[in-house]
């Protein structure tokens, strides 16, 4: 293995920034990772619980607007509703901005891929206005703490989180002969959604060696998770099914409900060979190229084996393994990547984006994303983002990044930088002479760093 | 995920052998590799927000309907006051005033409804899951990750990357799928300097994905500017921020589909938003109404009268509207609903679908138009008369579990 600052930036990293070194080797990398998170520490976004607060506002302000139609005191009650939401809603935004600026100057780089890794493995989102915001939180508070220990640990804190019972409709799941279900006659029942995703998607993979009958018991077994907006995440005994449940065919509960057994039933799933392997494959992708080395992660899931899940020894093996020093770029960036990688590379001024307004960083940034296919915060299924390069360099998607790295640039950095300087700065080694010959005879400056911008050396890791 | 990458991918590869060097290729000439695998036009217009069926369609002839809807549709009471029931169609329906640029193909028999039909979608009445359902057209949430206009596609050989279009920007789940399929907005439109357009071509030519995604941005871009006669200039203009461009975009989605459908295309797809009607229904439903009846005269325009007559409109939405007025000139989320049928190929100047009647006991849980037909079986039936897929793949694959029933005989 030969360890290439540079191409550790680019490659598990936000980019090359034209202020900030490089890192050193591979054990800086997993140092800092064990370190104090100092982006999050510089840049703070609300955790679960702050947002849940604001959520409990949220509904006490639309009640009083929705009870007081026809009182004098309606307009009142309309007007607090309305201006609370459209904070609450404004919030996102400069949150999304803190999140940017995380990318833009951290010297941790590789924490903010991990996270943004590990939140897309457990895709969550709000399915209504009040609940929409939660996902900064959730990330915050389930996933980025959670990225560097066990991943059962990372899995029972998303499974955990209210963002996750409200979107995969765990929270109203209940069993046929609840306490509840018999006191009300049987309204309400079952829901396998989240059974479903943990073993598709955040365990075993689709592949995997399960089959409807484990889907369905463990629904039963998770029966109970739910939360409220006063007290966050709860196990409600009412609402769970009585008796045990066999899932992979090992039995799990007794007669008396309780949280222990679904603990329980994560952490096997957490530690069974093919959630080894499923991990071991998606980190492999994501991190080098669409069809990886067999051996790289051969390697991965060796190593999450014998450790028991152990991720930081997993990207320990990352990192030592010669493939992921391949010098070739191969993966292409996600919009998101792609934005805050720019940013990092022009050298934006956090107090420049800390001057704009939501409106703005809206108009710069998240409108922006949604025409690149990223939609921010809004993936389309539990699945979370393509993964695939061909999935975002489409006519529209590619469309939409030349437009937005030509009009950005002036408005994120005064003066403009030499265009030819910019490319061999954000590029390093990888400004091949076309990139070169482009930002030399473009006709403008602005043009000139959009399309180094959009070089393809500029967009693949 | 993998399924849209894989088209994605199958479509990237066909846009390379088009053999796009932009030094050398003046790119804008479409060219048929395959034969389309049918003949007749499809458009699919998503109408998110839950449209009011009833007001759109107008019951007024069942003795129910005034009573439950005082302030949104006024019937004549006083000498010299005109009957405010809408625009009549047959003596028992009138539709919406805001339709009215569409009466002429009621006339013309090229606009066709069908009243009180749904998803199986019931009593949560969330708008995600709603529109989830409907564009994944299977029985409940969570069945399948692609959509029903995709997996039609499947089905059939001969399909390509223009075959079918997903236009605009909003996310069209109903053809997120295996089989191939092209994205594009008007809006996408890349205007770069001629210099700008060079030199991009220069620097990505190495790099087959991007070269081919540019070459087709800059085809589509061209292609969607030839219409727009506002000047050489354009392209010179410096380039915004990307947007989605305020103003008509709704019509601009409608051309860019004709011109789609003129050429290679078979299926088009949009959604127009706006129907989420709470209060003040009256201005907030005329406009929507406006714009899509605005769109399918856009559509009958665009694609000329020969391919008009193979073409079928269809618009749906993820849920009707409750029946009763609320108290802020508006109405909640219902059940039961309606859809628009138009084009050429449509046999039009009926209101389709069983009619349930308004009494309190007829309606879903006492508030919602009753649902008697299934919105996957109105769209069945079409595609079954458009592309000659058997019923049973429609009922096994394109729509699973679905029961097509009797066939109502929506096509000429």
Redesign the interface.
Same mark, same amino acid.
């Given at each position: 293995m030969v360890f290439d600052p540079q191409l550790a930036e680019i490659r598990f990293g936000s980019g090359l920034s034209p202020t900030l070194a490089p890192v050193t080797s591979a054990d800086v990398m997993l140092a800092r990772l064990q370190g104090p998170d100092r982006a999050a520490d510089h840049f703070p976004i609300a955790k679960t619980d702050e947002i849940l607060a604001l959520v409990r506002v949220f509904a006490k302000l639309r009640k009083l607007n929705r009870s007081k139609?026809?009182t004098p005191e309606a307009k009142l009650a309309e007007k607090a509703f309305k201006r609370f939401r459209r904070e609450y809603l404004q919030q996102r935004d400069l949150w999304f901005r803190q999140l940017l600026l995380r990318h833009v100057t951290t010297q941790d780089g590789f924490r903010e891929r991990l996270t943004l890794f590990w939140a897309d493995h457990f895709t969550a989102k709000g399915?209504?206005r009040a609940m929409r915001p939660l996902a900064y939180g959730y990330v915050e508070s389930a996933i980025r703490p959670n990225i560097t220990g066990r991943f059962e640990d990372l899995l029972i804190a998303a499974l955990t989180n209210p963002l996750m019972l409200h979107y995969l409709d765990q929270f109203r799941s209940r069993g046929e002969n609840s306490a509840l279900s018999r006191r009300q006659g049987g309204r309400g029942g079952l829901n396998?959604?989240l059974a479903?995703e943990v073993l598709e998607l955040h365990t075993l993979g689709v592949d995997g060696p399960y089959g409807q009958k484990d889907v369905r018991q463990l629904a039963e077994l998770f029966t109970g998770l739910s939360y409220g907006v006063e007290k966050g995440f709860v196990f409600d005994q009412r609402m769970a099914e009585p008796g045990a449940e066999t899932v992979l065919g090992r039995v799990y509960g007794g007669a008396e409900p309780a949280l222990a057994p679904v603990l329980q039933v994560l952490r096997d799933l957490a530690r069974h060979p093919a959630t080894a392997a499923h991990i071991a494959q998606k980190l492999a992708v994501h991190f080098t190229q669409d069809q990886p080395d067999p051996d790289l992660v051969a390697d991965l899931t060796t190593a999450y084996h014998d450790s028991g899940g152990d991720l930081l020894e997993v990207y320990t093996a990352l990192l030592s393994h010669a493939t992921s020093w391949q010098p070739e770029l191969r993966n292409?960036k996600p919009p998101f990547d792609f934005l805050a990688s720019a940013c990092r590379g022009l050298g934006v001024a956090p107090a420049l984006l800390a001057g704009w307004t939501p409106k703005q960083i809206r108009?710069?940034f998240i409108? #922006?994303l949604?025409?690149m296919g990223q939609?921010w915060q809004s993936p389309?299924?539990p699945?979370? +983002? @393509?993964?695939?390069?061909?999935?975002w360099?489409? #006519?529209?998607?590619?469309? @939409?990044r030349?437009? +937005?790295a030509?009009? @950005?640039p002036q408005r994120l950095v005064e003066p403009l930088p030499d265009p030819l300087g910019f490319a061999q700065q954000c590029l390093g080694a990888r400004a091949n002479p076309?990139?070169q010959?482009?930002a030399s005879? @473009?006709?403008t400056r602005g043009?000139a760093l959009?399309?180094v911008l959009?070089? #393809?050396a500029f967009?693949r890791r | 995920?993998?399924d849209? &990458?894989l088209s994605?991918?199958t =479509?990237?590869t066909r846009s390379g052998l088009l053999g796009c060097s932009l030094a050398a290729s003046p790119l804008i000439t479409p060219v048929s590799l395959a034969a389309a695998p049918w003949d007749q036009r499809l458009v699919v217009i998503i109408l998110r927000g839950g449209m009011d069926g009833l007001d759109a369609i107008r019951p007024y002839g069942d003795v129910n309907f005034a009573g439950l809807r005082p302030g949104l549709v006024r019937r004549a009471g006083q000498p010299g006051q005109e009957a405010e029931v809408g625009l009549d169609l047959d003596g028992f329906f009138a539709m919406h005033p805001d339709l009215a640029g569409v009466m002429p193909l009621w006339q013309q028999g090229e606009l066709a409804f069908v009243q009180a039909v749904s998803t199986p979608y019931r009593d949560r009445r969330?708008h =995600? $899951?709603g529109q989830d359902l409907l564009e994944a057209g299977t029985m409940g949430?969570?069945e399948r990750?692609d959509g029903w206009l995709n997996r039609l596609l499947q089905l059939h050989s001969g399909v390509a990357a223009r075959t079918a279009f997903a236009i605009g920007?909003g996310?069209l789940?109903l053809l997120?799928g295996a089989a191939p399929v092209? $994205?594009?907005?008007p809006d &996408? $439109?890349?205007a770069?300097?001629p210099? &700008?357009e060079r030199?991009?071509g220069?620097?990505?030519?190495? $790099?087959p994905? =991007?070269s081919a995604?540019?070459s087709?941005?800059l085809a589509?871009?061209r292609l969607d500017a030839e219409q727009v006669t506002t000047g050489a200039g354009s392209a010179a203009q410096?380039?915004?921020?990307?947007?989605?461009t305020p103003g008509k975009a709704h019509l601009k989605l409608a051309e860019f589909a004709a011109k789609q459908l003129r050429g290679d295309t078979r299926i088009a797809s949009f959604s127009l938003n706006g129907w989420d009607t709470h209060s003040q229904q009256k201005r907030g439903l005329g406009a929507a109404l406006k714009r899509l009846s605005g769109c399918i005269l856009a559509l009958k325009q665009g694609v000329g009268p020969l391919i008009w007559d193979k073409t079928a409109i269809v618009a749906m939405t993820e849920f009707g509207r409750t029946v009763r007025e609320n108290?802020?000139g508006g109405t909640d989320h219902g059940t039961g609903g309606a859809m628009v049928l138009a084009g050429g190929a449509i046999r039009g100047g009926r209101v389709y679908g069983r009619w349930p009647g308004l009494e309190e006991a007829a309606l879903y849980n006492r508030r919602d138009l009753m649902p008697t037909g299934d919105v996957r079986a109105v769209s069945a039936w079409i595609m079954r008369g458009l592309t000659g897929t058997g019923q049973t793949d429609l009922e096994q694959q394109v729509f699973p579990g679905l029961q097509m029933g009797q066939d109502p005989g929506f096509l000429r």
């Open positions: 139609r026809t399915k209504n396998e959604n479903r292409v108009r710069g409108a #922006p949604k025409l939609d389309v299924g699945d979370g +983002w @393509a993964e695939a390069d061909a999935a360099i489409t #006519p529209q998607g590619l469309s @939409a030349l437009r +937005w030509m009009a @950005a076309g990139v010959f482009v005879a @473009a006709e043009e959009g399309l959009c070089s #393809p967009q | 995920m993998a849209s &990458a994605r991918r =479509f990237l969330s =995600f $899951d949430l969570g990750r920007h996310d789940q997120h092209s $994205d594009w907005s &996408a $439109d890349l770069l300097s210099q &700008a030199l991009a220069v620097m990505m030519q190495d $790099d994905l =991007f995604a540019l087709e941005a589509l871009s410096p380039q915004g921020m990307p947007g989605v108290g802020t």
